[in-house]
């Protein structure tokens, strides 16, 4: 199929998937903040750039990016749907429902996209993901012998190391997966910090959102899609760790910090 790609360089279709699913659920904020406020008109306008942000994912052909879209989709339906009265929960479904049988019609009707997605699946049979096994293997290989502080941080280390370890004829830049990568740069102890960081704000975030019904509910859950979607496709590639992709993340984790924190300041007092 013919992948798009943005501006950013290096020119590639999974970097501008990771950040495409980076940003898009901040879309979202002129979906919901004008259906609170009754400004239908500018709904319609939040959701013409959803779809568009969506349909551009899709065209990346980035499968990271389309496991991490499936994920955010199925996220913010289920978080939404707690913030919405009767009524406006029955147009959510219906918006819900008519894009789901718009992606699946793209599907069918798309051969290229339908083998794409269909590649994810495949395992083995794909050279990419055969690929992808193969330096996961060796990433274990190399875990496995600096388990406690990790082979060092940065790319030169991580080629320097890897050649000792990789399989003839599969030469990588990195772990293709964040939690790997992690673990073999840095040991298990940054890795078990990295997952408690991510768990205990997005728990915040989960709890502040089901305690309460309120404008900030909207902002965290925006900024729990974003991260949710860079951390499934971080299962797959690790463009997680470049600058663009950081800084939105280090921007959601921020909403998420400052919505959370005084509320959790005030129990204190209490």
């Not at 992948?3 to 998937?17: A, Q």
């Amino acid at each position: 199929m013919t992948r798009v790609y943005g501006s950013l360089k290096p020119y590639n279709p999974n970097l501008f998937g990771g950040y495409m699913l980076a940003i898009f659920p901040a879309s979202l904020t002129a979906v919901f903040l004008p259906i609170r406020n009754k400004h239908y008109k500018t709904t319609l306008l939040g959701l013409s750039v959803f779809l568009l942000s969506v349909i551009t994912i899709f065209l990346t052909g980035c499968r990271g990016a389309y496991l991490g879209l499936f994920f955010q989709l199925i996220l913010i339906a289920l978080l939404t749907m707690r913030l919405l009265k009767p009524f406006y929960k029955k147009i959510f479904t219906c918006v819900i429902s008519a894009v789901s049988v718009i992606a699946i019609s793209l599907v069918l009707s798309l051969n290229s996209l339908r083998a794409r997605i269909l590649s994810i699946f495949a395992m083995r049979n794909d050279s990419s993901n055969a690929f992808r096994f193969n330096v996961y293997q060796s990433c274990v290989d190399m875990f496995k012998d600096n388990w406690l502080l990790g082979i060092g941080v940065g790319n030169q280390n991580f080629r320097e190391t890897y050649g000792l370890y990789m399989k003839t004829g599969f030469d990588a830049l990195s772990a293709y997966n964040i939690y790997l990568e992690t673990a073999v740069e840095s040991g298990i102890f940054a890795l078990l910090a990295f997952l408690g960081f991510l768990i205990s704000n997005i728990f915040c975030a989960i709890r502040y959102i089901f305690s309460k019904n309120s404008v900030n509910s909207i902002y965290l859950i925006i900024a729990i899609t974003s991260v949710a979607g860079m951390l499934v496709h971080g299962l797959v590639d690790t463009v997680f760790f470049r600058p663009q992709i950081q800084f939105i993340f280090w921007i959601m984790i921020g909403i998420i910090r400052v919505l959370t924190f005084p509320d959790r300041k005030r129990r204190v007092h209490d």
